[in-house]
């Protein structure tokens, strides 16, 4: 039995991939969970578009991740933390705030779990980061840990 899949199925096949399957698989298991739909011309036809139209959402994906990275690469963020007296922070920077400061200094939406560290930040100074806008695209900065207001820096 000629099968498309419609979802990713361990050792069988990716979405989309047409393949052989013993006809009791297929019409007891893939076809009544929707994993799967028989092979037909209109059905073949409809593959090639969805797998055209993801090409397509691909490449936009991958040029607008390019065009954020051009912005983003080799400039510094700034982030504000509490500080105690000898410039040690209360906790640590997290990679939240990190997202939250480039969201509102670019205008653009980077998820917080894209973003590595090559140290924990605790105290002021600036920090050397990277961020991972698309699996072919990865962007260094650095973030500048600032004192907030009210912070107890230079008290004794």
Request: no cysteine; charged share 25%; glycine share 10%.
């Amino acid at each position: 039995m000629r099968v498309i899949l419609l979802a990713n199925i361990d050792r069988l096949g990716k979405a989309g991939d047409i393949v052989d399957v013993a006809p009791g698989y297929g019409r007891n298991y893939l076809l009544p969970r929707g994993y799967a739909e028989i092979l037909t011309k209109g059905a073949k036809k409809q593959v090639e578009i969805r797998k055209h139209l993801a090409t397509k959402r691909a490449d936009l994906d991958l040029q607008g991740a390019n065009e954020l990275a051009k912005q983003i690469e080799d400039r510094s963020f700034d982030v504000r933390a509490r500080v105690g007296a000898r410039g040690k922070l209360y906790g640590a920077i997290t990679t939240q705030a990190i997202a939250e400061a480039i969201n509102s200094a670019m205008g653009a939406k980077v998820d917080k779990r894209n973003i590595t560290l090559l140290e924990p930040v605790r105290m002021l100074g600036g920090y050397p980061a990277s961020l991972k806008l698309h699996p072919d695209v990865a962007v260094n900065f650095r973030i500048n840990v600032v004192a907030a207001e009210g912070s107890k820096l230079g008290a004794k």
